[in-house]
């Protein structure tokens, strides 16, 4: 599009702004008539060879209302402010395109008491301002205008410290809420009337939007706002400000009235909750008024976010290799200390920063209970956890010492750093006895002819799939008993859940499962001789037959029923599957037992499977993990 305009037409003193004059005779700002124009108009209609009735979208009806209009708003720059974050949004909103950015004040951080310290910190904050592709609006905060010297630099600068215009029907109105008495908060009186005066001639616009830094409508005392809260009483609009540095909305007198929260501003950056994070409003003000969609910083990405180069170096973090931790392997029937060896790699030629914290059981302790540490380049850390308990416990009842850990690879450039995190979990294991049964188990999901379930698992050795899902014991957990007769082994699965769910669909529903190695000593083709068993009070054998592993023997038997806090579930295992891989006899099984769980009233984080032991693929699982020998075989 070619744009002629008249050198004459007016423009914002002190910073050049590329296209910005002429967008602002468009919209009006200066009272000028628009500039004359030629352009070569764009199809707005869909152009597609689909002949057939069924179409490949719902409906052809474009969301490109000429009336609407798309802008973003800056907040907070000041008040301790974090290098380089103002200018990253800068780049940012020049992704998303907006028509144009309007602000909310407090651009430099002030506070200074000459022209050439003041003009030095504007110097600095126009050259980040100078990179938008769209026009940017200025709105002053008290950081920017709050002391005479401040305000006189700032309409050198820009002129107006209040001021409005009309864009597509729409009154955008920017006020000073530092025009107070030798510039402290507040409102003058000529700024009331000059309010009202642009009230009153802009009585027919379809919304008024108003832009302040200070949310004085939440200062009782402001006789300034009162009078202007007064005048817009009756009219469709919504008003932003900043200041706080802490995000709020509120509805009073049928105003919305939004307060933001930083766009590089001093913040502790605790997230919503509190209020406190980067961000970037963006505004589409429909004929129903403005939709605001708060984008957090952090959440807008450019095409180079993952490149291929960087999804070779951070590999590793990703198959969960770069930071691993051994299992401890104990004598039978108690653990009592051991010790287990933490790796970490670093695969990337950056220094890796890194935190590990430990958590373990009660009467249970590690040394050291955290390692902090910087791993060279392609380096590599390697640190001895001791691993003791207070009293002896019995290995059916030893819970996995999770290692949580957080890796950072810090940049030189004032970038974001680049964080990995994950747990690893450090398992007891020991070869175990199976006991044998005088009489067999009823396979009718009840377990009440099973005396004992040894084995308890409040914290998995393995949380996969979908590890934030599952909060901790409270939200799921499980005991479960192994035994053997002539003919089967045994597995008793008692289930506890918060919400327990049975009408899932596929596999999200709460269900047991089973994995069988019937190999000894690992010998033999792992492909014919591992299978998965599945159990559930609502698990059809067509989902069963869809999501089990490997090819079970025609004569397991499952079953499972719900109870008042989850579930029970009974496999049966027949030992002639043992025996065929075992050469004639069989003397040992290894088994993985697991939980599905699946919460209906959190179903955002989808389906968690709970392991007692690692999947066997998975890299801290231990070849002795998981193995029960006959007593006789010993």
């Not at 616009?205 to 830094?213: C, G, I, N, P």
């Not at 957090?296 to 490149?307: E, F, H, Q, S």
């Amino acid at each position: 599009m070619t744009v002629k305009r008249n050198p004459s037409e007016g423009s914002i003193s002190g910073a050049r702004f590329g296209r910005i004059p002429a967008i602002l005779a468009l919209i009006g700002l200066f009272g000028l008539g628009a500039p004359s124009w030629t352009a070569e108009p764009m199809p707005a209609t869909i152009d597609s060879d689909v002949a057939s009735a069924a179409k490949p979208w719902t409906n052809l009806d474009l969301n490109n209302d000429p009336n609407l209009i798309r802008f973003a708003i800056v907040s907070d720059n000041a008040g301790g402010p974090r290098a380089g974050i103002f200018g990253e949004a800068v780049a940012k909103i020049n992704l998303l395109q907006p028509e144009f950015v309007m602000s909310i004040g407090d651009f430099i951080e002030g506070y200074e008491n000459t022209r050439e310290q003041l003009d030095a910190q504007w110097d600095g904050f126009m050259r980040d301002v100078n990179n938008f592709e769209m026009p940017f609006f200025f709105v002053p905060g008290n950081h920017d205008n709050g002391k005479p010297l401040w305000a006189e630099i700032y309409r050198r600068r820009f002129g107006a410290e209040y001021y409005h215009f009309v864009y597509k029907n729409v009154l955008f109105l920017c006020l000073s809420t530092n025009d107070g008495p030798e510039n402290n908060t507040g409102i003058s009186q000529n700024q009331v009337d000059y309010v009202a005066r642009v009230l009153e001639r802009r009585k027919d616009v379809r919304w008024t939007l108003v832009f302040q830094h200070k949310p004085l409508w939440n200062d009782q005392g402001n006789e300034g706002w009162a009078k202007i809260a007064a005048l817009l009483k009756g009219r469709k609009c919504t008003a932003f400000a900043g200041h706080t540095h802490n995000y709020l909305r509120q509805e009073k007198d049928g105003i919305s009235f939004i307060t933001l929260a930083t766009t590089g501003g001093g913040s502790a950056l605790r997230g919503p909750a509190y209020g406190e994070f980067d961000q970037i409003a963006w505004v589409t003000l429909t004929d129903e008024g403005p939709r605001v969609a708060n984008l957090l910083m952090d959440g807008i990405l450019d095409k180079d976010v993952r490149t291929e180069a960087e999804a070779k170096d951070y590999g590793l973090f990703r198959a969960g290799r770069a930071v691993t931790a051994t299992s401890i392997l104990a004598d039978p029937p108690a653990f009592a200390s051991g010790k287990s060896t933490l790796r970490i790699k670093n695969p990337t030629n950056a220094p890796l920063r890194m935190k590990v914290l430990s958590e373990s059981q009660p009467g249970v302790r590690v040394e050291p209970g955290s390692v902090s540490a910087v791993v060279p380049g392609m380096g590599e850390l390697v640190t001895e956890l001791q691993v003791s308990a207070g009293e002896p416990i019995p290995i059916a009842q030893a819970q996995p010492v999770v290692l949580h850990w957080e890796a950072f690879l810090d940049r030189s450039d004032n970038t974001p750093s680049t964080r990995f995190a994950g747990e690893v979990r450090v398992t007891v294991d020991s070869p175990m006895e199976i006991p044998k049964r005088d009489s067999a188990p009823s396979i009718d999901g009840s377990l009440e002819d099973w005396s004992d379930l040894p084995f308890q698992v409040d914290q998995p050795g393995e949380v996969w799939h979908n590890p934030p899902g599952w909060r901790g014991p409270w939200d799921g957990s499980f005991r479960f008993g192994v035994a053997h007769d002539d003919e089967f082994i045994y597995v008793a699965v008692r289930a506890t859940d918060d919400q327990p769910c049975f009408d899932g669909w596929k596999y999200w529903e709460d269900f047991a499962l089973v994995w069988v190695d019937g190999r000894a000593d690992g010998q033999g083709d792992p492909k014919t001789s591992i299978f998965t068993l599945m159990a559930g009070p609502r698990l059809s054998e067509e989902q069963k037959e869809e999501f089990s592993e490997g090819q079970a023997p025609e004569t397991v038997r499952t079953a499972s029923r719900a109870t008042e806090s989850g579930f029970e579930a009974e496999f049966a295992i027949p030992l002639s599957y043992l025996k065929d891989r075992q050469g004639g006899d069989w003397k040992e099984a290894r088994l993985n037992v697991g939980f599905s769980d699946y919460d209906s009233g959190d179903a955002r984080e989808g389906v968690t499977l709970l392991y007692w032991r690692p999947q066997w693929t998975s890299p801290t699982s231990a070849p002795q993990s998981g193995i029960f020998r006959r007593a006789d075989k010993n």
